[in-house]
């Protein structure tokens, strides 16, 4: 695994875009795998002024979102597409016919593992993900695989751990409106994945970091099995490296 330790987050965000970036080069129609949450916010600033200043050009790129909230329409201030296009894709020239975001908005559960599978299918159908960008959850978690999920498991919905649901409540006017179900790509999605860069900022992110990065392969922590990858990339700030024990990472 490649460990790339930077001082804070906007640091962080500028060392990931310069990945994304090179990954978009390498490609005619770049796959991007995308995720929300605070800890990718810089990265996607870093690309928006990359977009404004410099031209990139995101009008041949494909994206497909981890995970979304089951319950919420997509035009909810809190639903994941409403992120993406307020912090991404409303600043940059991609066609969002080409932007996917599992859609959440159906409690039909039979509807529901129709989407999902809908979303496997279309990933497969654009040759697979070149790149997927994931957070980490303080439980471990990516995309919303809690801990305990399916090492090869694909997309599918989730029930979401008290953690993260409290984690996740600040966004919302009070703990009980958070969602308590989502539907989020498997870990097996995220691992068939060509390259996956993982980004981590903060304290309150280190444990988890050294379990991942350190600990067991282990369902319990489910951003470990990223060391059973051939090309991962953790680009975390020095907070979020902070209980790491081994030497020799980048910085
Ligand atoms: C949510 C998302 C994850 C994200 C995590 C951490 O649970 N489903 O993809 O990594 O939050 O969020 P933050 O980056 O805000 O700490």
Redesign the pocket.
Known sequence: MRVIVVENKREMGRRAADLVVAEMARHHNPVLGL?????PLPLYEDLIRRHRDDGLDFSTCITFN??EYVGLEGDHPQSYRHFMNEHLFDHVNVNKRNTHVPSGNTMDLDRIEAICEEYEQRIDDVGGIDLQV????GNG????NEPGSSLGSLTRVKTLTTK?RQ??ARFFDSFDEVPTYAITMGIGTILNARRVLLLASGENKADAVAAALEGPVTASCPASTLQLHRYATFVIDSAAAGRLQLEGYEH
Request: net charge negative.
């Open positions: 995720a929300t949450g605070s800890t981890l995970d994931l957070g980490i959850g978690h990516i995309g919303f993260t984690d996740n």
